[in-house]
């Protein structure tokens, strides 16, 4: 008997009709990125020291530059040199006294230079920026900078959470559906994060945009594998994810014209509208259709599918069913993934693989924000090496194999993460190259688990497996914030060190799993257990009767 996929080598495996469905959903991967990284622009940390009254008229007086100004009013920043001016403390004196001298201000007021007492940013801060962001305009900074690592640590909660139930409706009501609700529901979230006037209320809305997004990101992930052939599976598959990098580059451009966290926020949420148009042009997955007994639409999809594609459909088809070939029916369980040997190294390794691509996918990028420099063209450096990255993969995981790139990934990500910490400062250009390298490396990392992930289980545990393994790139992503912001204000590349030892250990325990190449899915847990002896088990497969007219 033809299986659903032997019907799509006869109507296109990637053809007309799926090609237009992979390109636009496509722009709704790119659109994803201004929820996942946009923490870099909207939380934006510039240059800033306390505001003191009177400074600026004294300034004016003096005619003092900027650098001047500097030097004079604002204390040093202890442990950083005298070239750093202090972030959060100010010289307690009052800078409105007559006959101040403009050669030695400090000298006039209180005679010992080293005797000024110093206090805190009492009455707000200078920003050295041309814009706004969410830190200039609610002061996210001192001791207030927690209030950045909540913001972004809110999104990813909210992935965490919204992955497990967006996954349910997906799976439950449709791949369609579950797209359209989840755009309405970011438009939504996203347009009223631009006008509520509290931090308390961006926080919440930026949580529900976290619950939907990664849910609507995901589901578009399964449906453009659901419509193609086996042939291209995974190829769209890395291609819909580097969609996700040509929406870096789009949302760099958008960032560096709009300087305005609002504005900018606005920018990149309303062209979300026109996804709901995906009601028209979109179709609902004919996997999914069969899976639910509605075979009369998913033959209609495939008929559509065929007479878009300019291709003859095979003969009448009588009807379209599920024959498991095994005897019974396993029902999946969490105890499932750790219950044996084999099983529990591949859950343990999988999860911390998960956790440890995004904390330092996430990781780098908002260190990169924080790094001097031009930080739209650091951005778009960082940006670009995402494509050779996944044409690595394409090229080397049918012919290498999975475990030794991936692996190689993993340690070029953390080698890298180490020698751009020992780069000195006033070597930039290099630090950036070395950066770039780590982040090349980790979004291959990062693309891998994604499939590797799904070869490693059984049939009746793998949604189980996947999601709960790749619940800890959600975790990681609530983590990251804390990791980043709280190590750099310690040492500004101390987190590169934590990066460093989390990818050089990532990269050693790939190496111990089991080598997925040329190898058919899993059925059950012996044959993961097994997975090292040649002999394949059956696939599961959806089974189409054809009745043939007699001639």
């Not at 579950?178 to 931090?199: D, H, K, Q, R, S």
């Amino acid at each position: 008997m033809p299986t659903l996929d032997d019907i799509l080598e006869n109507v296109g495996e990637f053809d007309r009709f799926q090609k237009q469905t992979f390109f636009v959903l496509c722009l709704l991967s790119a659109a994803f990125t201004p929820v996942y990284v946009g923490v870099v622009f909207l939380g934006l940390i510039p240059e800033h020291h306390c505001f003191s009254p009177g400074v600026a008229e004294l300034s004016q007086r003096c005619g003092w530059s900027l650098e001047e100004q500097l030097k004079h009013t604002v204390p040093e920043w202890g442990g950083h040199g005298a070239s750093f001016s202090s972030r959060c403390r100010r010289y307690e004196v009052d800078w409105n006294t007559t006959g101040i001298s403009c050669t030695d201000p400090l000298g006039s007021l209180v005679g010992n230079q080293s005797a000024v007492p110093l206090g805190p940013c009492q009455d707000g801060w200078v920003y050295d920026s041309p814009g706004t962001s969410l830190v200039t305009e609610f002061n996210m900074v001192c001791e207030d900078s927690w209030k950045l690592d909540l913001f972004q640590s809110s999104v990813n909660a909210g992935f965490f959470i919204g992955s497990i139930n967006i996954g349910y409706i997906a799976d439950r009501f449709g791949r369609k559906f579950c797209l359209l609700i989840t755009i309405l529901a970011n438009v939504v979230c996203g347009t009223l994060l631009v006008f509520v006037p509290t931090y308390l209320w961006i926080v919440v809305l930026r949580f529900l945009q976290g619950l939907v997004s990664k849910g609507c990101w995901t589901a578009g992930y399964i449906l453009v594998t659901e419509v193609v052939g086996p042939k291209y599976r995974r190829t769209v598959g890395i291609l819909y994810q580097t969609a996700f990098s040509v929406g870096l580059l789009v949302f760099d451009a958008i960032a560096y014209a709009i300087p305005h966290w609002r504005w900018l926020q606005l920018t990149v949420t309303l062209p979300s509208c026109f996804f709901l148009l995906y009601y028209w042009c979109l179709p609902e997955s004919p996997r999914w259709l069969i899976s639910q007994g509605k075979n009369d639409k998913a033959m209609k999809i495939v008929s559509d599918m065929a007479k878009k594609n300019q291709k003859k459909m095979p003969s009448h088809f009588e009807d379209i069913k599920f024959e498991e070939e095994d005897g019974g029916k396993q029902s999946p369980s969490f105890i499932d993934l750790v219950r044996t040997p084999q099983m529990r190294k591949n859950t343990f390794i999988l999860m911390y693989n998960w956790f440890t691509s995004s904390v330092l996918y996430q990781g780098l990028i908002m260190h990169m924000g924080l790094v001097a420099g031009n930080v739209h063209l650091d951005f778009l450096y960082s940006a670009l090496v995402e494509f050779p990255a996944a044409f690595i993969i394409i090229v080397t995981i049918d012919r290498v194999g999975r475990r030794y790139p991936w692996a190689a990934a993993n340690l070029v990500a953390g080698a890298a993460c180490l020698v751009t910490a020992l780069i000195p400062e006033d070597i930039h250009w290099l630090k950036v190259i070395a950066a770039c390298i780590g982040r090349m490396g980790i979004t291959m990392a990062f693309e891998m688990v994604c499939f590797v992930n799904t070869e490693l289980y059984p049939t009746y545990i793998r949604n189980l497996g996947v999601m709960v393994c790749s619940s800890l790139c959600d975790i990681g992503g609530v983590i990251v914030p804390f990791i980043v912001y709280r190590l750099v204000e310690i040492w500004h590349d101390l987190p590169l060190i934590v990066f460093t030892a989390l990818g050089l250990l990532a990269g050693g325990l790939v190496l111990l799993l089991p080598e997925t190449k040329g190898r058919i899915l899993p059925e059950t847990v012996e044959d993961v257990e097994n997975f090292h002896r040649q002999s394949a088990p059956k696939a599961k497969k959806i089974y189409l009767h054809v009745q043939t007219s007699e001639v």
